[in-house]
């Protein structure tokens, strides 16, 4: 007999798919209560961990960091990093006008006649081996920075990144790369629903490639409800410290939080759709904010708003997660440890999440029923006259 997983009623109708479950996720999972796991292990055991480990451990389901198995994941990222020239000389030729997220959807799409194999599992690792230098030469060029560095894959996935970004505001370069390699382990995976991962794998249900599914998913993580809220709620930190400047007590800002929401206005870096509990990568970013930049005014704001703001929102029954998200404290760190380049922070989080997507995509074409994959995707509206 067939089980029941999930009753479908009239009110889960044009409710965002929220709370359906439409398959399964080997790679992650968002808990309520508990907070991200990759691979069956809270978030917060992969802090400290090297890109090349965490992203082995999202890949392989191991987290090893000696073993043949991981050595050969760290020769393949490095053998297969070098770059088709074409592909720099026509991200170099995209408009400078564009918001640094639609560049990265093209670089993806330019990607494709260049560099696809067109196998999942190739171009998973191709795709993860290469967005770092695509990544690095698209900001440069559209900030103006000149020349990217030639790559050199022997420092480390992040370490090789931050150095060929040619950035110029960064006083403390260990603590720079701690932060962004902090930034990129924690924004690898998000479940099997987000909105960038679910649309990738949507994509590749039609049998697009790897590249333009990933292209796709960029689009998704583009909305400033998703991706960009990074780089909205940074506005909503500065927007705040102006109005209270940098000596604000915690009543103070509590009276500010209630003037704000009594006059309709949104606090941003708060709730989400699944969560109940404050994201724990809200948490390690906090924890890094108090531990490197603690009188840096704009980390100062989040840690303040995160100290009170979920005991106002939590007054509002309506208010299912009035605890802080992921996005409240990172662009304020990345600010902080020397990256004040709020267009580019959606950019950064793509360059992590196509690691968590591309490997669902794997999964979903090559792995899922049996290793025949999912069907294209092609769910069912009711037809309802205007
Ligand atoms: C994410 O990391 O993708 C966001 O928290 C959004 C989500 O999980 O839906």
Redo the contacts with the bound molecule.
């Keep these: 007999m067939t089980k029941v997983i999930f009753e479908i009623t009239e009110e889960a109708l044009e409710s965002g798919l929220r709370g359906f479950p439409v398959g399964y996720c080997t790679t992650s999972k968002?808990d309520p209560e508990l907070g991200l796991h990759y691979r069956g292990k809270a978030v917060r055991e992969f802090a400290h961990f090297k890109p090349e480990e965490v992203m082995y451990c999202i890949m392989e389901g191991k987290l090893e960091n000696s073993s043949p198995g991981f050595k050969t994941f760290c020769g393949e990222l490095e053998k297969r990093a070098p770059l088709h020239p074409k592909v720099k000389e026509h991200i170099c030729k995209l408009p400078r006008e564009s918001h640094p997220m639609k560049l990265l959807i093209a670089a993806l799409t330019i990607m494709s006649p260049f560099e696809a194999e067109n196998k999942y599992p190739e171009d998973c690792l191709n795709v993860i081996a290469k967005i770092p230098e695509v990544v690095a030469i698209l900001i440069n060029y559209h900030a103006g920075w000149g020349e990217t560095p030639p790559s050199n894959p022997k420092l480390g996935y992040m370490e090789n990144f931050c150095h060929m970004l040619r950035t110029p505001n960064v006083q403390d370069k260990k603590v720079f790369n701690e932060v962004m390699r902090l930034f990129n382990v924690l924004?690898y995976d998000?479940?099997g629903g987000?909105?960038?991962t679910f649309v990738g794998k949507a994509v590749a249900s039609g049998h697009e490639d790897m590249y333009g599914s990933l292209a796709a998913s960029m689009c998704a993580l583009e909305g400033p409800l998703?991706g960009k809220a990074n780089q909205v709620c940074l506005a909503f930190l500065q927007e705040i410290h102006k109005e209270v400047g940098d000596k604000v007590t915690g009543d103070q800002m509590e009276a500010l939080i209630r003037k704000r929401l009594d006059a309709g206005k949104l606090l941003y870096g708060f709730g989400?759709?699944?969560l109940r509990k404050e994201d724990t990568r809200a948490t390690l970013l906090c924890e890094a904010g108090e531990k490197y930049f603690p009188n840096h005014p704009l980390v100062r704001i989040g840690l303040l708003l995160r100290e009170r703001a979920p005991k106002v929102l939590s007054e509002n029954p309506k208010i299912q997660d009035p605890y802080a998200?992921?996005d409240l404290m990172s662009g304020s760190v990345l600010s902080a440890a020397g990256f004040p380049y709020p267009d580019y922070f959606t950019v950064l989080f793509g360059l992590s999440r196509i690691v968590g997507i591309a490997r669902q995509i794997v999964y979903e074409r090559c792995e899922a029923r049996g290793g025949k994959g999912t069907p294209i995707i092609r769910p069912k509206y009711l037809y309802k006259s205007a």
């Design positions: 968002v924004h998000h479940g987000n909105l960038s998703h989400h759709a699944v998200n992921v």
